[in-house]
């Protein structure tokens, strides 16, 4: 499985961002993908996942302001970002799992600031 994400950049606090994430590969089978960010310095932290059947779920402090959603047909997961701030700056990885193992994106910068 291999992992594109794409759609990071420089924005100013309270705008959008949508981060896209395309799967190629041996994807028959992934059930779970998933965004996760990084601060340097930080530990990774999961932001969002979404499985195969559509339930998804949300870090606390993105709830309300963030979206994840997937296009089967184009073997892609979006991460629309509403409400940007500063706290939001990170590198964001997309992540997909099946059959028990993990496979890891490049990570895409979003930077939030005035």
């Known amino acids: 499985v291999q992992l594109q994400a794409s759609g990071g950049g420089s924005v100013q606090p309270g705008g959008s961002l949508r981060l896209s994430c395309v799967a190629s590969g041996s994807i028959a089978g992934i059930t779970y993908m998933a965004w996760h960010r990084q601060v340097v310095g930080k530990e990774r932290e999961l932001v969002a996942f979404i499985l195969g059947g559509g339930l998804t779920n949300y870090a606390d402090s993105v709830k309300g302001r963030f979206t994840i959603s997937r296009d089967n047909a184009k073997n892609t997961v979006y991460l629309e970002m509403n409400g940007l701030k500063s706290e939001d700056t990170a590198v964001y990885y997309c992540?997909?799992?099946?059959?028990?193992?993990?496979?890891w994106g490049q990570g895409t910068l979003v930077t939030v600031s005035s």
């Open positions: 992540k997909a799992s099946r059959y028990g193992l993990d496979y």
